[in-house]
């Protein structure tokens, strides 16, 4: 007898072998056929159940959502939908799962949205939506950990609890142990962080980078990947308050080099989730088409899935520069017909969703790296170019997501950083350990963010942040 997982049975020749299995009931038709599933893969596994030689009451129990053991022999199947099947000799109710309670959730066996999924993110993973992202995410996440692993990084563990805030977007989550009802006050009647657990004011991190970029210039390659936490106030479906994100960092590396990693990487997991993924992405590529066919024709996506994972894998990243985007937006149709809801009228505009996405959907109609951004609608870290305007910066914009990647080369010059923190009124003594690195050694080095959780939205093409991500965290909603 041999333990295993439907993925492996499913591959499995080993015919007349006799096989354990555990797992969940899908379905159970015309008391014979139970097609179970244990989250190795998309596809259940068909048991055979000769129901004269099984006992009725035990028969009853198998019912949809119920953890069940089965021991039986492979055989080919005569079916058309699988090429292998369990022929069932023992059979074990390990959990039940009461119809009339089942009929109640979303496991019931009829569609249901992904709305009702989300409040029941609990038992949204036995669904075979979300067991097909989930694994894929899984995939991902290791293949980012082999990309940086293969290519001589250094992955670091930057802290979560912090003092700095690295985007200067004041976007942060306090962390205190106070009473927050009664805590501490001085004289002159301001809470007295002196007295609080870390003897300061902290937060949850908005991004490794910072500390990254410490160990960047001494491991001299280094990635995080690790959670990180805004507080900004985006119901969108491409925010989340809690997302993970990979943030490489590299020394004597400047912008150009930073962009080749970044397209490089991209690439990388891309290919390595088409080839290591294959039964998932084509349920999930499924799945978008029954989506479309309820759509108007003219909101239908003109690829499907893997032919969009394809299409960035085989292209280059078109490579524009702040400026000439803005030549574009100005003179595209939406913004002459006022379409755009910010219509563009200057250089130096920020540039809302709607700009990157008409540059990267209508205008190049492929990935995007914009760079060379106004440095005053940067962060205060980023390398002043020598026209004193535009800093050395650059956002990744990718179809359907829009910015996937942010990044840039740091400034490394430590009187330009100095001045560009008084400028924008960032105290030196809380970021003395960071000037430091601009004294010893001082480099020219960058790095990037990656939203993970983006990048699993373009592989599994889900319209919604929320549903890549097990327990969403997002403004009024922190269930489960
Ligand atoms: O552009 P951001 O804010 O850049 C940084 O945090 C830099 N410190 C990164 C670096 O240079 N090391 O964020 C980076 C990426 C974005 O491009 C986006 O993909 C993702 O993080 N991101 C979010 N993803 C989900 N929910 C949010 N609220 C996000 N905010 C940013
Ligand atoms: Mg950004």
Known sequence: MIQAKIAEILDSNQFLQEFEVKGWVRSFRSNRFIAMNDGSTINNLQCVVDFENFNEELLKRVTVGAAIRVLGTLIESEGSQQRVEIEVKELEILGDANPEDVKLTILSPKR???????????LRVRTNTFGAVMRVRSKLSF??????????????????????????????????????????????????????????????????????????????QVYTFGPTFRAENSNTSRHLAEFWMIEPEVAFCDLDGNMDLAEDFIKYVLKYVLENCKDDLAFLEQRLLNEDKSKPQNERSDMNLMEKLHFVLDNNFKRVSYTEAIEILKNSKPNKKKKFNYVIEDWGADLQSE?????????????????????NIKAFYMRLNEDGKTVRAMDILFPGIGEIVGGSQREERLDVLQSKMKELDIDEKELWWYLETRKFGTCVHSGFGLGFERLVQFVTGMGNIRDVIPFPRTPQNAEF
């Open 143 to 220: 293949a980012v950990h082999s990309y940086f692993q293969q290519n001589n990084f250094h992955y670091v563990n930057t802290p979560i609890i912090t003092g700095s805030d690295a985007e200067g977007a004041g976007e942060m989550f306090k962390v205190t142990a106070f009473d927050i009802e009664n805590p501490p006050k001085k004289e002159d009647g301001s809470i007295d962080y002196k007295k609080d657990f870390f003897g300061k004011e902290t937060n949850l991190t908005v991004s490794g980078q910072l500390e990254a970029e410490t160990y960047a210039l001494g491991l001299g």
């Open 112 to 122: 249901h949205s992904l709305e009702k999924l989300r409040e029941q993110a609990h």
């Open 355 to 375: 700009h990157e996405r008409f540059l990267v959907e209508k205008h190049f109609k492929c990935p995007v790296i914009l760079f060379d951004y106004p440095a």
